[in-house]
Every structure is written in C-alpha cells, then in structure tokens.
C-alpha cells in the first residue's frame, strides 16, 4: 500500500509537479481504502456474529457423526468465547466422558460447577449416557465364528 501511495504522490516523477494535484490523488486514495476496510470490518463482524452459533451446531453435527475430536474442538471455542452459554459445556464434558478422558472431564466440570453450581444431577445424567454412547463410526456389523 505504501508503493502505491508513493506513486500517487508522484515520487519518482518528474511530470505532474503540483502540489494540488499530488493532494488530491493522495486524498482519492486514502478514501478509496478507508472504505474499503470498512466494508471489510463489516463482512468480519457479521461472521463474528454467528461464530457462536457455527460452532456449536458443527460441534453437534461432529458429535452425531462421531467425529468427536472435531467435536471437542467446536465446544471448547463456544466455552472459550462464549462461557455464559451452558450447553457448549455440557456438551464438552459429554465427549470427555465419551472418550474416557477423566481429567479433562473433571476440570471441565468444575469450571461449569463454578459458573452454575446447579448442574450436578444433568452432568450425572451425562456420565450415564456415555456409557452407552455408541460411536456411529463403530456401528459396522462383524460377523461372528462358528
């Protein structure tokens, strides 16, 4: 941006040597690029807008389709910027419990205990469901031996 900005101001040149006309052209092109960023910051406000939402129905679709390390990775961005939003969490700590990793599980329920103390008998469900959980990848039919 800055080797075009020196061109307009003519550096280099030897013809157009008003100072007006130097001005002018700089003024065209910084008003060109101010509204260029601000179209630009407004397209990246409306995707920040729906992050939120994005993310946590890509984490559900992961989690249906088993894909649970995509899964965990869409819950945790929806906790990490939006913490307030209860169901990312239980969803999260529901793909611990599905792929057994205990620690992970344990600080995540703790966090969520330390916003909301109240979601003890939902996280016990979660624990329960897990066990059961089948994953969709895993639902291949194996002949037995005889």
């Known amino acids: 941006m800055f080797d075009q900005f020196k061109k307009i101001l003519g550096f280099g040149k030897k013809e157009d040597k008003s100072s007006f006309g130097k001005v002018e052209k700089a003024v065209n092109f910084l008003s060109e690029k101010i509204k260029e960023a601000v179209s630009e910051s407004k397209v990246i406000m409306d995707k920040l807008h729906d992050l939120h939402k994005t993310n946590y129905e890509l984490g559900l679709i992961h989690l249906k389709k088993g ?8 819950f945790k961005i929806v ?7 209860y169901n990312s969490h239980l969803k999260l700590i529901y793909c611990y419990f599905i ?4 620690e992970y599980a344990n600080r995540a329920i703790e966090y969520l205990l330390y ?9 016990e469900q979660l624990r329960v469901d897990a066990t059961f959980y089948q994953n969709p990848k895993d639902n291949k039919v194996k002949s037995e031996k005889t």
Do not use: C, G, V, Y
């Open 67 to 74: 894909n649970l390390k995509e899964a965990i990775f869409r």
């Open 79 to 85: 906790r990490k910027f939006w913490p307030q939003d």
């Open 115 to 123: 916003l909301d103390p109240n979601f003890k008998s939902e996280i």
């Open 99 to 102: 792929t057994k990793q205990e």
